[in-house]
């Protein structure tokens, strides 16, 4: 566990007397006046954290994001026209996402007139539209006559999220008539029973967003039961869970049930019990649930092993890595990998006013490491932040802290099928799918085409030229049936196949690995979805080189089955140049600015392809944008033929290799050995880095290595010493026994699950592995 966070600046002490204060000069009985005081305080850090402070409004960036604001605040002010159905004539109210979006445009009418360099501040006209959308919105349909209709989200999260800060913002200028017409209408849509169960659509991230419109509220109704009941109903969400919504003691972390979501449900979570815990510190309602340092811990041990130079990986960005340049984005920024990235990094700096010293340390070092690895899009002055999250970032940019550099090392999220592997100068990232994580997340008109995303999807970034590589307009213009590093059939699929919201998942235990935090064996058994493929993947991520290896891949869907070794995004009308190993069994190819591909050996089911592809956002996203662009891809593929039977594959990667080192490692025969590639077991030997990897898809034995049942084992052997590593991922939790043949002097530690049987010439234990996938330890002392 991180140290304990530091006291609030604001205690409770110092807080009374300050009112108490307060209330004397005023000349009302400090106990009659507390209370008031209490929510005052309250609704000014709520409008600080919303509007920021401590900033200089005639210095950049905050003198143009100013501006800007000022420009769009005039450009819905003379476009607002009350209707019976709108108050924009673009954004009825039906559906639902028009009164969000009214709300949003109200608020920045309201920043305009409340922040200073905007050329509106004070502007009373501007106020006098402000009170009149709000007041036309209310009368017409956010109020508590009006029966939900469409996506619940809109009134539950999206609407009252806005309205509560438009108010708590303007709440000394608008009449109690109006302050209380918007606290009835979130008392109305998002009663109390909405915080009730933690269930359904009240978990993690959707959980922290009702806390949030509840709390503020709160604050500006003063309602205490209001604040005490967002507080509580915060609680549910800090354990780590098991099954299901929420934070896993891995790292994990999963929303709708089944989809790996840290990036986009993950950061609203983060920034809204960043939010919460700093509005709600010293108070009469303060978080004082000692779990919350769950939430602290996951800063490092969740959500940064996500982040690559200041991107977070698409694989945890669930339906959100179809949204591109979304219609009703007035700023028109583009939802990328790099944009959820730097949300998360706004998240954290928000976090970090309630984490210890030591903890801010660590935090503000990361962000400016990623920040000075990521020019081209963070520079902490990116368009997407607002002035308060500026002033946060500046804060950080400020500090005497020194930039972290890029982590090196192996995270194994096996509660969300994840797996990361970082090395000096590229990071690569596996993504798959089981029966408790889904093929893909495809609802509310988004990524339709997102099918094999879970299919063994390889990311990889090649140090920091490669940070655009998934962001450049990747989603909307890759073939969707041939993604990097996946083992798919090739028969056609309808957009949204296996249903909405994740509904399809395959039908398979085996997904998962072991790793000693540097280096991993990861496994998965693949079932198509919509189709009769099935195989087994194996990834085994090493120190220079993620070796693949496929086999039993078998299918009778009458259509060739593809491994898709890699497709490579280039840019618009990208050159860069493309070499393959001379003859009709090639050994290696090799890409300029990115790095190679070995196959010892030579392979003839090798095909290459170099073409340009055309979309829009608007093709996977019926929310985003119709503009059409071009990127070049450069694609290669192993074609396994139609209705294979059987069938493997071996090749490895090296990111940022040169075309020499690609070369030289294809014809060194002595760098691995494949002791095994079928359909019960993979696994290899890297006899220079001491590693011996397997995964067993059922009890048998390899090399040295030998499992009474399906299994995962990683040893690396070092001097007279070796480290043992093995999981269980089918998850049944019931015991078994590895045996390495090596002769062992003795066990010199070991985890609680590993019982030695046997020292001497073997090593024989029996694990009791529980149902979370972890990796269990055993050090060793060797003769």
Same mark, same amino acid.
């Given at each position: 566990?991180?140290?304990?966070?530091?006291?609030?600046?604001?205690?409770?002490?110092?807080?009374?007397?300050?009112?108490?204060?307060?209330?004397?000069?005023?000349?009302?009985?400090?106990?009659?006046?507390?209370?008031?005081?209490e929510?005052?305080?309250?609704?000014?850090?709520?409008?600080?954290?919303?509007?920021?402070?401590?900033?200089?409004?005639?210095? #950049?960036?905050?003198?143009?994001?100013?501006? #800007?604001?000022?420009?769009?605040?005039?450009?819905?002010?003379?476009?607002?026209?009350?209707?019976?159905?709108?108050?924009?004539?673009?954004?009825p109210?039906?559906?639902?996402?028009?009164?969000?979006?009214?709300?949003?445009?109200?608020?920045?009418?309201?920043?305009?007139?409340?922040?200073?360099?905007?050329?509106?501040?004070?502007?009373?006209?501007?106020?006098?539209?402000?009170?009149?959308?709000?007041?036309?919105?209310?009368?017409?349909?956010?109020?508590?006559?009006?029966t939900?209709?469409?996506?619940?989200?809109?009134?539950?999260?999206?609407?009252?999220?806005?309205?509560?800060?438009?108010?708590?913002?303007?709440?000394?200028?608008?009449?109690? =008539?109006?302050?209380?017409?918007?606290?009835?209408a979130?008392?109305?849509f998002?009663?109390?029973?909405?915080?009730?169960?933690?269930?359904?659509?009240?978990?993690?991230?959707?959980r922290?967003?009702?806390?949030?419109?509840?709390?503020?509220?709160?604050?500006?109704?003063?309602?205490?039961?209001?604040?005490?009941?967002?507080?509580?109903?915060?609680?549910?969400?800090?354990?780590?869970?098991?099954?299901?919504?929420?934070?896993?003691?891995?790292?994990?972390?999963?929303?709708?049930?089944?989809?790996?979501?840290?990036?986009?449900?993950?950061?609203?979570?983060?920034?809204?019990?960043?939010?919460?815990?700093?509005?709600?510190?010293?108070?009469?309602?303060?978080?004082?649930?000692?779990?919350?340092?769950?939430?602290?811990?996951?800063?490092?041990?969740?959500?940064?092993?996500?982040?690559?130079?200041?991107l977070?990986?698409?694989?945890?960005?669930?339906?959100?890595?179809s949204?591109?340049?979304?219609?009703?984005?007035?700023?028109?920024v583009?939802?990328?990998?790099?944009?959820?990235?730097?949300?998360?990094?706004?998240?954290?700096?928000?976090?970090?006013?309630?984490?210890?010293?030591?903890?801010?340390?660590?935090?503000y070092?990361?962000?400016?490491?990623?920040?000075?690895?990521?020019?081209?899009h963070?520079?902490?002055?990116?368009?997407?932040?607002?002035?308060?999250?500026?002033?946060?970032?500046?804060?950080?940019?400020?500090?005497?802290?020194?930039?972290?550099?890029?982590?090196?090392?192996?995270?194994?999220?096996?509660?969300? =099928?994840?797996?990361?592997?970082?090395r000096?100068?590229?990071?690569?990232?596996?993504?798959?799918?089981?029966?408790?994580?889904?093929?893909?997340?495809?609802?509310?008109?988004?990524?339709?085409?997102?099918?094999?995303?879970?299919?063994g999807?390889?990311?990889?970034?090649?140090?920091?030229?490669?940070?655009?590589?998934?962001?450049?307009?990747?989603?909307?213009t890759?073939?969707?049936?041939?993604?990097?590093?996946?083992?798919?059939?090739?028969?056609?699929?309808?957009?949204?196949?296996?249903?909405?919201?994740?509904?399809?998942?395959?039908?398979?235990?085996?997904?998962?690995?072991?790793?000693?935090?540097?280096?991993?064996?990861?496994?998965?058994?693949?079932?198509?979805?919509?189709?009769?493929?099935?195989?087994?993947?194996?990834?085994?991520?090493?120190?220079?080189?993620?070796?693949?290896?496929?086999?039993?891949?078998?299918?009778?869907?009458?259509?060739?089955?593809?491994?898709?070794?890699?497709?490579?995004?280039?840019?618009?009308?990208?050159?860069?140049?493309?070499?393959?190993?001379?003859?009709?069994?090639?050994?290696?190819?090799?890409?300029?600015?990115?790095?190679?591909?070995?196959?010892?050996?030579?392979?003839?089911?090798?095909?290459?392809?170099?073409?340009?592809?055309?979309?829009?956002?608007?093709?996977?996203?019926?929310?985003?944008?119709?503009?059409?662009?071009?990127?070049t891809?450069?694609?290669?593929?192993?074609?396994?033929?139609?209705?294979?039977?059987?069938?493997?594959?071996?090749?490895?990667?090296?990111?940022?290799?040169s075309?020499?080192?690609?070369?030289?490692?294809?014809?060194?025969?002595?760098?691995?050995?494949?002791?095994?590639?079928?359909?019960?077991?993979?696994?290899?030997?890297?006899?220079?880095?001491?590693?011996?990897?397997?995964?067993?898809?059922?009890?048998?034995?390899?090399?040295?290595?030998?499992?009474?049942?399906?299994?995962?084992?990683?040893?690396?052997?070092?001097?007279?010493?070796?480290?043992?590593?093995t999981? #269980?991922?089918?998850?049944?939790?019931?015991?078994?026994?590895?045996?390495?043949?090596?002769?062992?002097?003795?066990?010199?530690?070991?985890?609680?699950?590993?019982?030695?049987?046997?020292?001497?010439?073997?090593?024989?234990l029996?694990?009791?592995?529980?149902?979370?996938?972890?990796?269990?330890?055993?050090?060793?002392?060797?003769?």
């Open positions: 566990m991180s140290e304990s966070p530091a006291l609030p600046a604001w205690s409770r002490r110092t807080f009374l007397a300050a009112t108490g204060a307060s209330a004397l000069l005023l000349g009302t009985a400090p106990g009659a006046r507390a209370a008031d005081d929510y005052a305080v309250l609704r000014k850090r709520w409008r600080d954290l919303s509007l920021g402070t401590g900033f200089d409004a005639g210095a #950049e960036p905050f003198a143009s994001r100013l501006k #800007e604001t000022g420009d769009l605040a005039r450009t819905f002010r003379a476009s607002m026209a009350p209707a019976a159905t709108s108050l924009w004539p673009d954004a109210f039906d559906p639902p996402a028009g009164i969000t979006q009214s709300y949003s445009r109200l608020w920045t009418m309201a920043q305009a007139y409340l922040q200073p360099g905007t050329g509106l501040t004070g502007d009373a006209s501007l106020f006098a539209d402000v009170v009149t959308g709000l007041d036309h919105v209310s009368a017409k349909v956010y109020n508590p006559t009006t939900r209709y469409g996506n619940w989200w809109e009134w539950q999260i999206g609407s009252p999220r806005l309205l509560m800060d438009l108010v708590n913002a303007l709440h000394d200028e608008l009449t109690d =008539d109006r302050v209380q017409a918007a606290c009835a979130v008392d109305h998002v009663p109390d029973s909405a915080l009730a169960v933690y269930s359904g659509t009240s978990t993690g991230a959707n922290v967003d009702l806390c949030r419109s509840v709390a503020v509220r709160g604050a500006v109704g003063r309602a205490p039961a209001k604040l005490a009941l967002a507080r509580d109903a915060l609680s549910p969400v800090f354990p780590y869970v098991t099954k299901g919504d929420g934070l896993y003691a891995d790292g994990s972390f999963v929303q709708h049930t089944s989809i790996a979501y840290s990036g986009t449900y993950g950061q609203v979570m983060l920034d809204g019990l960043g939010r919460l815990f700093t509005l709600l510190a010293g108070s009469s309602w303060a978080v004082t649930d000692p779990n919350r340092q769950i939430i602290l811990d996951s800063v490092e041990h969740a959500y940064a092993p996500t982040i690559h130079n200041g977070v990986m698409d694989s945890v960005n669930g339906r959100a890595v949204r591109g340049y979304l219609l009703n984005d007035d700023l028109r583009m939802r990328s990998d790099h944009f959820h990235g730097q949300g998360l990094i706004a998240a954290i700096a928000v976090l970090a006013g309630g984490a210890s010293e030591a903890e801010r340390t660590r935090w070092g990361m962000v400016k490491g990623w920040a000075e690895r990521d020019p081209g963070l520079d902490l002055a990116a368009r997407q932040f607002g002035v308060a999250d500026l002033a946060r970032l500046q804060a950080v940019a400020d500090s005497p802290v020194a930039a972290a550099p890029e982590p090196v090392g192996h995270t194994l999220f096996a509660a969300m =099928d994840r797996a990361v592997h970082r000096p100068g590229w990071t690569a990232n596996i993504s798959m799918a089981s029966e408790r994580i889904s093929y893909y997340e495809c609802g509310n008109g988004e990524n339709p085409r997102g099918w094999h995303t879970g299919a999807m390889l990311y990889w970034w090649p140090g920091e030229q490669g940070n655009d590589q998934y962001t450049d307009w990747f989603w909307p890759v073939d969707p049936y041939r993604l990097p590093g996946t083992t798919v059939s090739t028969k056609r699929l309808a957009d949204k196949a296996g249903g909405e919201w994740g509904a399809a998942k395959p039908a398979v235990t085996w997904v998962g690995g072991a790793s000693d935090g540097e280096f991993a064996a990861v496994g998965q058994h693949v079932k198509g979805l919509g189709s009769t493929l099935e195989a087994r993947k194996s990834w085994f991520c090493t120190a220079g080189t993620v070796v693949c290896l496929g086999a039993g891949i078998t299918a009778s869907d009458g259509v060739p089955v593809e491994t898709v070794v890699d497709n490579r995004n280039l840019g618009e009308g990208g050159t860069d140049a493309f070499t393959v190993d001379p003859g009709p069994r090639p050994r290696w190819a090799h890409l300029d600015g990115h790095g190679g591909w070995a196959f010892p050996g030579g392979t003839g089911a090798l095909h290459t392809l170099r073409e340009a592809r055309t979309g829009a956002w608007g093709d996977i996203n019926t929310g985003s944008s119709t503009e059409r662009r071009t990127r891809y450069q694609t290669l593929w192993l074609d396994h033929g139609v209705d294979p039977v059987g069938a493997s594959y071996h090749y490895q990667l090296l990111p940022g290799a075309a020499a080192t690609v070369a030289a490692r294809a014809a060194d025969r002595g760098w691995l050995s494949v002791l095994a590639n079928t359909a019960a077991c993979q696994a290899v030997s890297v006899p220079s880095l001491g590693l011996v990897g397997a995964n067993f898809w059922q009890a048998g034995s390899a090399g040295p290595l030998a499992v009474t049942a399906p299994a995962s084992v990683l040893v690396r052997s070092k001097g007279a010493s070796a480290e043992l590593r999981s #269980e991922p089918p998850r049944t939790g019931r015991p078994f026994e590895l045996t390495w043949h090596h002769p062992v002097r003795r066990v010199t530690s070991a985890d609680p699950s590993v019982e030695v049987l046997a020292t001497g010439a073997v090593l024989r029996r694990i009791t592995p529980g149902t979370a996938g972890a990796s269990h330890r055993c050090d060793v002392g060797l003769m």
